[in-house]
C-alpha cells in the first residue's frame, strides 16, 4: 500500500484564513533573541508589569488581550504554571475566546498533558467551525474578528525591537491584524469595542508617524498620520472615559504634527480639524 505523503505545515498553515494563539505570530518574542538571555528575561518582565498595570486601569473590551498576553510573558518567564492559569481563567470568563484555548493547548503540550492538550484543540476546532458549525455563521465570524484583534494588541507589546525598520514591521502588521479582524466582524462588532481597538490601532499608528517624522517617505507617513486622525475622530465618542480622554490628547499631540508638514495634510480637513487649535484638544481630557 501506497503511503499517504506527509502535508508540508507551511502548505496547511496557508489553508487557513487565520490561525488562534500567539505562540505562532512573527513576533520577536516568539524566536530566539540574539541579545543576551538576561537583558531580554529583563525586557519581558517591563512588558508583563506594564500590561498589569494597564489591566488594572483598564478592565474593558481589550482585557481579555491583555490577559492573553501576560500568559504569553509568563510563558517566555518560564513561568508556565501561572501561563496556563492565566489562559485557563480568560477560557473560563469568555468560553468562545479562541486565542485562550489555542494557547492553553500549547502550554499543555509544552507540560506534557496530552489529553488537556487533545480537548483544547477540539474545543477550538468546534469554536471555529470546522467540524461543523456551532451556533450561526456571524457567531463564527465574530469570534475570528476578537482572535484577531487580540493579536494585533500584542504588537504593541513585542519585545527586542532592533531597529526603526523593525519597529515599523511590527507596528504595521499590528494594524494590520486589526484591520483583518474589522473585516471579519464587520456590523457585529459592538460600537464601544470597536472604539476600543480603534484607540489601540490609534496608539500603533501614532508610534508608526513619530519613527516616519524624519523619513523621506512622506506618502508613507501621511497615510498613517491621516488614519490617527480618523481613528481618534471616533474613539472621543466613546463611553469609556480612559480612552475618551487619551483619545482628546493624542488628538491634540496630532494637531501639533501638522506643522511638520510643508502644507496641512488632508485628514486635517476630512476629520473636521482644520483650525483646530491643539490646546483646545487637551483642555478636555
Not at 492538550?117 to 461543523?132: I, N, R, V, W
Not at 462588532?189 to 480603534?198: C, L
Not at 490609534?202 to 486622525?229: E, H, P, V
Request: glycine share 6%.
Amino acid at each position: 500500500m501506497d503511503e499517504t505523503p506527509d502535508v508540508d505545515i507551511e502548505t496547511l498553515i496557508d489553508e487557513f484564513e487565520y490561525i488562534p494563539g500567539h505562540f505562532h505570530l512573527e513576533m520577536n518574542l516568539n524566536f530566539e533573541s540574539c541579545t543576551q538571555v538576561e537583558f531580554r528575561r529583563r525586557d519581558i518582565k517591563r512588558k508583563r508589569d506594564s500590561l498589569q498595570f494597564q489591566l488594572e486601569a483598564d478592565s474593558s473590551f481589550q482585557q481579555f488581550a491583555v490577559k492573553n498576553l501576560l500568559g504569553v510573558f509568563f510563558y517566555y518567564l518560564d513561568e508556565f504554571h501561572s501561563a496556563r492559569d492565566i489562559f485557563l481563567s480568560v477560557s473560563q470568563h469568555d468560553p468562545n475566546n479562541l486565542n485562550a484555548w489555542a494557547n492553553l493547548a500549547y502550554v499543555y503540550d509544552r507540560l506534557n498533558m496530552e489529553d488537556k492538550t487533545s480537548q483544547c484543540t477540539d474545543k477550538l476546532s468546534h469554536l471555529m467551525g470546522l467540524e461543523g458549525e456551532e451556533g450561526e455563521s456571524k457567531d463564527i465570524r465574530l469570534r475570528a474578528a476578537r482572535c484577531l484583534a487580540e493579536q494585533g494588541y500584542a504588537h504593541a507589546f513585542d519585545v527586542g525591537l532592533l531597529n526603526e525598520e523593525d519597529s515599523i514591521e511590527k507596528l504595521s502588521s499590528g494594524i494590520g491584524l486589526y484591520d483583518k479582524a474589522l473585516a471579519y466582524g464587520k456590523h457585529e462588532i459592538p460600537v464601544e469595542e470597536k472604539r476600543s481597538w480603534f484607540f489601540t490601532m490609534a496608539t500603533l499608528c501614532m508610534r508608526l508617524d513619530g519613527i516616519l517624522m524624519n523619513s523621506s517617505n512622506m506618502d508613507k507617513r501621511l497615510l498613517y498620520f491621516n488614519k490617527t486622525l480618523m481613528l481618534l475622530r471616533e474613539v472621543v465618542k466613546s463611553l469609556n472615559a480612559h480612552y475618551k480622554a487619551l483619545a482628546w490628547c493624542y488628538l491634540g499631540v496630532m494637531l501639533e504634527r501638522q506643522n511638520t508638514f510643508a502644507t496641512t495634510p488632508m485628514g486635517i480637513h476630512d476629520c473636521g480639524y482644520s483650525g483646530t487649535d491643539p490646546l483646545g484638544c487637551f483642555g478636555k481630557v
